[in-house]
């Protein structure tokens, strides 16, 4: 019904930035919010970010102020724009969208892999 493809991820050096994109298709509703989440080799799959469609934003305490997430809703397409990275940031980084209609449904993307390294 909705299908997400992330991109951008790769490596950088700590202090570095990044930028991924994830680019939805399929049924998406006018009342939806887009996310990031992020999973660690052993760790359970954390919120990383999050927009409405109104531009309404959420971050996790550990990423505010260093990254920043933004939308375009004409391209139905996601950033995530990171910047003074850190080795904990180090993931696999997956795109969700949650379209609100008479029941909530979410869908999420296959991940993309940021490395944080010196």
């Known amino acids: 019904q909705v299908q997400l493809v992330e991109s951008g991820g790769g490596l950088a050096q700590p202090g570095g930035s990044l930028r991924l994109s994830c680019a939805a298709s399929g049924n998406i509703l006018s009342n939806n919010a887009m996310g990031w989440y992020r999973q660690a080799p052993g760790k359970e799959r954390e919120l990383v970010a999050q927009i409405t469609s109104s531009g309404l934003t959420n971050y996790a305490d550990s990423v505010k102020g260093r990254f920043t997430i933004s939308r375009d809703n004409a391209k139905n397409t996601l950033a995530l724009q990171m910047n003074s990275l850190k080795p904990d940031d180090t993931a696999v980084y997956y795109c969700?969208?949650?379209?609100?209609?008479?029941?909530?449904?979410?869908?999420w993307g296959r991940g993309t892999l940021v490395t944080v390294s010196s």
């Open positions: 969700k969208l949650t379209n609100y209609g008479y029941v909530a449904r979410s869908y």
